[in-house]
């Protein structure tokens, strides 16, 4: 017996309740049951005349996200360092940029750390499993490979996206998250860099999460 099982069986003998030997399964679920869960339906979705990359653009900087157009992945490299030059961020100096193991692949400067974030980096690279067109949001998964700690503790949030992961609604998303398996334990819809106006109505970017996030999003071949 599980340590589980122990201690519903112990809830069960307090509360008068016959404890079943052996617990209900998904397997012993009504066969209607298992035909609703299987059949995700789709509610009504917006429409737009406007084509899957460029309402995803639009939509980005409309949350104040910026989108650099990277010819292939081998280009990664010298898009980020453009940009953190742009940003007046040194990223030659040891410690300042961490990247997710899941990138560790690519040809970063020798500079750069590998693994999950400690709080002391400024800039964390990361890839994402989708980008919403329809919300300019980017889909992340927690992952060994994937440290969620990178999407949210560095001040600068930069995002490997794969033209090819880009999808157009927000139910896309969802079912590719079922046919996940496992399902991953944390999934973010991250939509522009954090934000709050909570006090006097003023808006404060960076108040819980990166000042900025910057989206590489890489053509498909």
């Known amino acids: 017996m599980s ?11 307090a509360l008068g309740r016959a ?3 052996v617990l209900p399964t998904l397997d012993d679920q009504p066969v209607e049951v298992s035909a609703h869960l299987g059949a995700a339906q789709r509610s009504t979705l917006p429409a737009t005349d406007m084509d899957t990359m460029g309402l995803l653009i639009r939509n980005m ?6 989108v ?22 040194d990223g030659t100096q040891p410690g300042t940029v961490t990247v997710s193991p899941a990138l560790s692949g690519l040809a970063w400067p020798s ?41 949210f503790l560095p001040e600068t949030h930069i995002v490997v996206v794969q033209e090819s992961q880009v999808v157009r609604y927000v ?8 046919a996940e398996a496992p ?13 709050t ?25």
């Open 111 to 151: 500079g750069y750390g590998i693994g999950s974030a400690s709080g002391a980096e400024q800039v964390g690279i990361t890839p994402c499993i989708a980008a919403v067109a329809e919300t300019g949001s980017i889909v992340t998964v927690s992952s060994s490979q994937t440290p969620a700690s990178l999407n």
């Open 19 to 21: 404890t079943p030997s």
């Open 68 to 89: 650099d157009r990277v010819p292939a992945t081998s280009e990664c490299e010298s898009a980020v360092t453009r940009y953190l030059e742009d940003q007046g961020i």
């Open 3 to 13: 340590a589980r099982d122990e201690v519903l069986g112990r809830i069960g003998k």
């Open 197 to 221: 106006a909570d006090i006097e109505q003023t808006l404060e970017i960076g108040a819980h999460g990166p000042r900025r996030v910057h989206v590489l999003l890489v053509a498909s071949r």
């Open 171 to 178: 139910e896309d998303v969802f079912a590719q998250l079922r």
């Open 183 to 195: 399902m991953p334990r944390a999934v973010n819809f991250i939509t522009g860099p954090s934000r």
């Open 61 to 66: 900087e409309s949350v104040l996200m910026s």
